[in-house]
């Protein structure tokens, strides 16, 4: 198959091409997460309606079972190994260039199984910069830069946690996209809008952050120690008989948890038999009492910074989560009774998860108060990160919110695909950034720390180097 890009399209240079993109109606991007265990590629596109299409969203995660834990050099090989393959996968479903308006600033020659096909280009790359394993890191920017420079278009480097923060921004682009489809769009722009909070919950994070916009989210509280689902993973693996453990395929137990604890896949909300304590209402830090169900065993699960102490007031309380205390709580549990049957362990992984779930409410229902009383209400908390997956955790936030009377607070989950590491995500960020002016030097290195709070003392998202600001109309 032969193909003939007009004439009058000459290539440009990439100064033209940049200047281009930045007044076109659609943003196309390709986009790579490889932050840690996980090795994603997604192609995105944005349309003039603030609607999205996502094309393609496709991850690998390394096999580290052996280790039950993820192994940094098992995590990069399998970058390594991956990477290039799905981003081949990828390109194959780029949306088709019309060969009539197909020139060389606009357009891809794709192989596929039945020839060559004319495949729109991406008006920039997307790449995870940080933070996570520097290394994997590493290896997804190198690509990602490599194929913005083949391309001769920009490149964008963006934050793994901001990009957890604007996943239901993506989510909301994506329901107007299948909304148009079927006749009933009401676009009323991308949702939630600024500002909101987003409670960040994964295996290596656990944040509460008001977001006040693209760039500004402010660190109302973070963990100690354990990330929520570092100390759920431990759980799981203390709690979890052997031959489920064997059986799991990944070492992220959380899910595997839940299941476990609550086995009926139609379990209905009242099924959960719980209800938040009413002292959380008045009092959000006062200690949790062990449920009349679990009076018939010995044990307590103990719940974390529960009270001042010494040193500690109240305001620190409220900017502080800990879990390690209750997975040490759940390891101590078990090893005293190690013969434990099957309706106890159950017993004990819904008294672990709803322990560290009332700690995580705990805090957003303080958050909430402080903002109250200085006059800036919030709307809406988005619940994001691969813990955000836990339908559990879903339920006992509904239920501390409502009890503290904000019935009508929005309390947004994306779906679980996009809940964990993903590199749709990613896309979308890049998209943000991209239509906010910022772009990545191609000389900008991988961050393993980066904090997104501007108060930080790097300065947050923008802080650090590698940034360039385009004006829209240059």
């Given at each position: 198959?032969?193909?003939?890009?007009?004439?009058q399209?000459?290539m440009?240079?990439?100064?033209?091409?940049?200047?281009?993109?930045?007044?076109?109606?659609?943003?196309?991007?390709?986009?790579?997460e490889?932050?840690?265990?996980?090795t994603?590629?997604?192609?995105?596109?944005?349309?003039?309606?603030?609607?999205?299409?996502?094309?393609?969203?496709?991850?690998?995660?390394?096999?580290?079972?052996?280790?039950?834990?993820?192994?940094?050099?098992?995590?990069?090989?399998?970058?390594?190994?991956n990477?290039?393959?799905?981003?081949?996968?990828a390109?194959?479903?780029?949306?088709?260039?019309?060969?009539?308006?197909?020139?060389?600033?606009?357009?891809?020659?794709?192989?596929?199984p039945?020839?060559?096909?004319?495949?729109?280009?991406?008006d920039?790359?997307?790449?995870?910069?940080?933070?996570?394993?520097?290394?994997?890191?590493?290896?997804?920017?190198?690509?990602?830069?490599?194929?913005?420079?083949?391309?001769?278009?920009?490149?964008?480097?963006?934050?793994?946690?901001?990009?957890?923060?604007?996943?239901?921004?993506?989510?909301?682009?994506l329901?107007?996209?299948?909304?148009?489809?079927?006749?009933?769009?009401?676009?009323?722009?991308?949702?939630?809008?600024?500002?909101?909070?987003?409670?960040?919950?994964?295996?290596?994070?656990?944040?509460?952050?008001?977001?006040?916009?693209?760039?500004?989210?402010?660190?109302?509280?973070?963990?100690?120690?354990?990330?929520?689902?570092?100390?759920?993973?431990?759980?799981?693996?203390?709690i979890?008989?052997?031959?489920?453990?064997?059986?799991?395929?990944s070492?992220?137990?959380?899910?595997?948890?839940?299941?476990?604890?609550?086995?009926?896949?139609?379990?209905?909300?009242?099924?959960y038999?719980?209800?938040?304590?009413?002292?959380?209402?008045?009092?959000?830090?006062?200690?949790?009492?062990a449920?009349?169900?679990?009076?018939?065993?010995?044990?307590?699960?103990?719940?974390?910074?529960?009270?001042?102490?010494?040193?500690?007031?109240?305001k620190?309380?409220?900017?502080?989560?800990?879990?390690?205390?209750?997975g040490?709580?759940?390891?101590?549990?078990?090893?005293?009774?190690?013969?434990?049957?099957?309706?106890?362990?159950?017993?004990?992984?819904?008294?672990?998860?709803?322990?560290?779930?009332?700690?995580?409410?705990?805090r957003?229902?303080?958050?909430?108060?402080?903002?109250?009383?200085?006059?800036?209400?919030?709307?809406?908390?988005?619940?994001?990160?691969?813990?955000?997956?836990?339908?559990?955790?879903?339920?006992?936030?509904?239920?501390?919110?409502?009890?503290?009377?904000?019935?009508?607070?929005?309390?947004?989950?994306?779906?679980?695909?996009?809940?964990?590491?993903?590199?749709?995500?990613?896309?979308?960020?890049?998209?943000?950034?991209?239509?906010?002016?910022?772009?990545?030097?191609?000389?900008?290195?991988?961050?393993?720390?980066?904090?997104?709070?501007?108060?930080?003392?790097s300065?947050?998202?923008?802080?650090?180097?590698?940034?360039?600001?385009?004006?829209?109309?240059?």
């Open positions: 198959m032969q193909i003939t890009f007009s004439s399209h000459p440009k240079s990439p100064t033209a091409i940049y200047t281009q993109c930045v007044h076109r109606r659609n943003l196309l991007t390709l986009a790579i490889t932050s840690c265990d996980d994603s590629v997604a192609v995105l596109e944005k349309h003039k309606d603030n609607s999205a299409t996502l094309y393609f969203n496709s991850k690998v995660t390394s096999d580290n079972r052996t280790y039950k834990g993820v192994h940094p050099v098992i995590a990069h090989e399998s970058h390594q190994q990477l290039a393959k799905l981003v081949d996968e390109l194959r479903s780029l949306p088709i260039q019309p060969s009539a308006t197909a020139h060389m600033g606009n357009a891809l020659l794709i192989r596929s039945t020839g060559t096909e004319v495949r729109k280009k991406p920039f790359v997307t790449a995870t910069r940080g933070p996570g394993m520097r290394a994997n890191l590493i290896t997804g920017i190198d690509t990602a830069k490599g194929l913005a420079v083949a391309w001769q278009v920009p490149f964008l480097g963006v934050n793994h946690m901001q990009a957890h923060a604007l996943t239901p921004r993506l989510v909301s682009a329901d107007a996209a299948r909304a148009e489809k079927i006749g009933s769009l009401n676009n009323n722009g991308t949702t939630p809008a600024f500002p909101f909070l987003s409670l960040l919950v994964s295996g290596g994070h656990t944040m509460l952050v008001h977001s006040k916009g693209l760039c500004d989210h402010e660190i109302l509280a973070q963990t100690t120690d354990l990330a929520i689902g570092d100390m759920i993973d431990k759980c799981a693996r203390d979890l008989p052997s031959e489920i453990l064997k059986s799991a395929r070492v992220m137990y959380g899910p595997a948890l839940e299941h476990y604890a609550f086995p009926d896949a139609s379990i209905s909300i009242s099924d038999g719980y209800k938040p304590p009413s002292q959380r209402a008045k009092v959000p830090t006062m200690p949790t009492k449920r009349k169900s679990l009076e018939q065993y010995d044990w307590f699960v103990t719940p974390s910074l529960t009270a001042p102490g010494p040193g500690v007031t109240l620190d309380l409220a900017a502080m989560f800990s879990f390690s205390g209750i040490s709580s759940v390891k101590s549990i078990i090893t005293k009774n190690p013969e434990m049957d099957d309706t106890e362990r159950r017993a004990l992984a819904r008294e672990a998860m709803r322990v560290a779930f009332e700690h995580l409410g705990s957003v229902m303080m958050a909430l108060q402080d903002l109250s009383s200085k006059a800036m209400d919030v709307e809406t908390l988005v619940v994001s990160g691969g813990v955000a997956s836990n339908q559990y955790l879903k339920h006992i936030l509904r239920a501390m919110l409502d009890s503290t009377g904000r019935e009508n607070m929005r309390l947004v989950f994306p779906p679980p695909e996009l809940c964990t590491d993903n590199a749709a995500m990613i896309a979308w960020t890049g998209i943000e950034m991209w239509e906010a002016g910022y772009r990545t030097e191609l000389d900008a290195m991988a961050m393993k720390k980066w904090a997104i709070d501007p108060k930080s003392e300065g947050g998202i923008l802080g650090v180097s590698g940034w360039k600001k385009i004006n829209s109309d240059d």
